[in-house]
């Protein structure tokens, strides 16, 4: 089969590989129908985490199950599943808890499961899913084309956004500062306003993106960043927003966060961080200001999600403004880079 191997800073390539083999009783095969590229994906794609080897890469994915281990009880061949970015077994203290990122027995796509197995990558035309019981999301009923994006969004950027709103407590009534104009920032002013908040404020230099997120619900947008992003969260607030939500990881993001957020007003942060953020303790205990959020355990938002989604009462499917097929994507990579895209998708 084919799947996509990230070589170098900016060398990505499609290429053939082995076909995955069901290896234990709680595995399935999956046929990927569509994957795509994470905001996530482009720090290693540009070299900023210090990788080393050629590796195969991609997370997010919506397939259709080809076979199962002779365990597996709550996927069956024709099954179309939602994969988080993550697999997970569902049951252990962590996964009960809401933190299967955390899974004891989980891992991480990419990377060889607890029996020393690879577990395959969702960029690519199959993926061997670990524990597929508690990591794949069956979607019931006849399945049409034009919901594939949509639920792929459950992958990550859907569930990310909406846990940052979740770890923020967003609750009606709200004013709700977005970090982040990418792919999960945009959904996160989709689940700040589906929580019930009533005024959303987007942080955008980006008038496509902005667009994009007057359409999810944001109430103003805000282009400055910085003091004058701040003191123009501050102008449209009064003392600063109830609850902010920080999609970007960055040092100058979280600050903008914390200092867009009022006294007693909590931070729910999903920004991978890699920018070097750190947490002012002194001016965060002055101002009560909180901070909540993390690695999004978002298997467990999918059931609560779906609905919506499916419905159209939700449209993040929107943040796919590029679709290209399996064999462009490098050029995928490079459009978002480069942000010309905010999100690409890639059919096999
Ligand atoms: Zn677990």
Known sequence: MRATILHGPGDIRLEEVP?????????????????????????????????????????????????????????????????????????????????STSCLNGGWWGADDRHGVFADCGQGERVRVPLADGTLAVVPG????????????????????????????????????????????????????????TTVIA?????????????FGATQVIAGRGDAGVAAVHELTGVGADRVLECVGTKES??????????????????????GPELPVRPMFNRNVGVRGGVAPVRGYIEELLPDVRSRRIRPDLVFDLDLPLADVADAYDAMDERRAIKALLRP
């Open 254 to 275: 979280m600050d903008q966060a914390l200092r867009s957020a009022r006294p007693g007003g909590m931070v729910g942060y999903v920004g991978v961080p890699n920018g």
């Open 19 to 99: 076909d995955p083999q069901l290896s234990g009783g709680h595995d399935a095969i999956v046929r990927v129908l569509v994957a795509c590229v994470c905001g996530s994906d482009l720090w290693h794609y540009r070299g900023l985490t210090g990788l080393s080897d050629a590796r195969r890469i991609g997370h997010e994915f919506v397939g259709i199950v080809e076979s199962v281990g002779d365990e597996v009880r709550a996927v069956s061949p024709g099954d179309v599943v939602i994969a988080p970015f993550y697999y997970c077994d569902g049951t252990c203290v962590n996964c009960r808890n809401g933190v």
């Open 203 to 215: 942080m955008s230099r980006h008038e496509a993106r902005q667009e994009l997120a007057r359409e």
């Open 142 to 197: 006849p399945v049409t084309d034009d919901e594939l994006p949509g639920l792929l969004t459950l992958s990550d950027v859907m569930g990310t956004g909406h846990h940052a709103a979740v770890s923020a407590g967003v609750s009606d009534g709200d004013t709700v500062v977005v970090v982040g104009d990418g792919a999960v920032g945009l959904c996160a002013i989709i689940a700040a306003r589906r929580l019930g908040a």
